[in-house]
């Protein structure tokens, strides 16, 4: 049993996961109980897309030890991958329910609440993870796109500002924050962004494009066909 379950978490390591799960099929042939085989097979599953697989493992899980925050937290994963955001909605509850000081649960349930336009419950979310964890960064950019979308682009830049101190190698941060001043017309200040974005990642497509619209906008048509030209080669197939 032992090397079948090591094995397949070797393999889940060296992104093997097809191979991981047949590992740990063979495991639950010999103890079908064993809450933690089906959680990992489950992970699995999620890696390659089997979303519906994985759900029925964690559920398993979940039946066979109900007190464990992540097989809830993946489950809702793997529901809200298959658009089930009621169901999603409710296993990040759980999950909070069980563990209350897990700030990951707080920022997907938010995300879920953004989705479906719940925007200030959403918020309350994204600073709920924020006041557990402060590292959260991404609960602060997807906190700063929600409030861009009621119309609070100044607290939307504080949160992306927020967001970059703590990851400042992120190029979708400064796109995003391109974004919400290209929302406010600020368009040379979304240049910069959308600039800083491409320094980072030199073929992130749609900065390109954002950043050819912005700079047609302060009339340089030049400029603009040149970032139309880049975009429509990285996306050309």
């Known amino acids: 049993r032992n090397a079948y379950f090591n094995r397949a978490v070797t393999r889940v390591a060296l ?10 099929t063979d495991v639950l042939k010999l103890d079908p109980d064993d809450a933690l085989v089906y959680y990992e097979r489950g992970t699995a599953m999620c890696q390659i897309k089997k979303y519906p697989e994985a759900i029925d493992d964690f559920t398993m899980a979940i039946s066979i030890n109900p007190y464990y925050t992540l097989n809830y937290y993946n489950r809702a994963i ?10 999603a909605t409710l296993d ?3 999950a909070i329910e069980i563990d209350p000081q897990y700030a990951p649960s707080y920022n997907n349930r938010g995300l879920i609440k953004k989705v479906t336009k719940a925007y200030e419950d959403a918020i309350v979310d994204f600073t709920l993870a924020i006041e557990i964890d402060a590292t ?16 609070d682009y100044q607290g939307g830049i504080s949160d992306l500002i927020k ?12 796109y995003n924050l391109g974004r919400i001043k290209h929302e406010m017309e600020d368009y040379e200040g979304s ?6 974005a491409i320094d980072l990642e030199p073929n992130y497509g749609i900065a390109y494009k954002c950043r050819g619209i912005a700079t047609r906008k302060i009339g340089d048509i030049i400029g603009a066909e040149d970032d139309q030209k880049k975009y429509n080669e990285l996306n050309k197939y």
């Not at 992104?15 to 740990?24: K, M, S």
């Not at 240049?191 to 800083?196: H, P, T």
Request: proline fraction near 2%; charged fraction near 35%; hydrophobic fraction near 35%.
């Open 92 to 94: 990040y509850s759980k």
């Open 163 to 174: 967001a970059i101190e703590i990851k400042p190698d992120d190029a979708k941060i400064y």
């Open 136 to 151: 959260q960064y991404r609960a602060y950019i997807n906190r700063g796109m929600t409030r861009s979308l009621l119309k």
């Open 191 to 196: 240049i910069i962004d959308y600039s800083k």
């Open 78 to 87: 793997a529901k809200n991958a298959t658009k089930d955001f009621e169901g």
């Open 15 to 24: 992104n093997e996961y097809e191979c991981a799960i047949l590992d740990f």
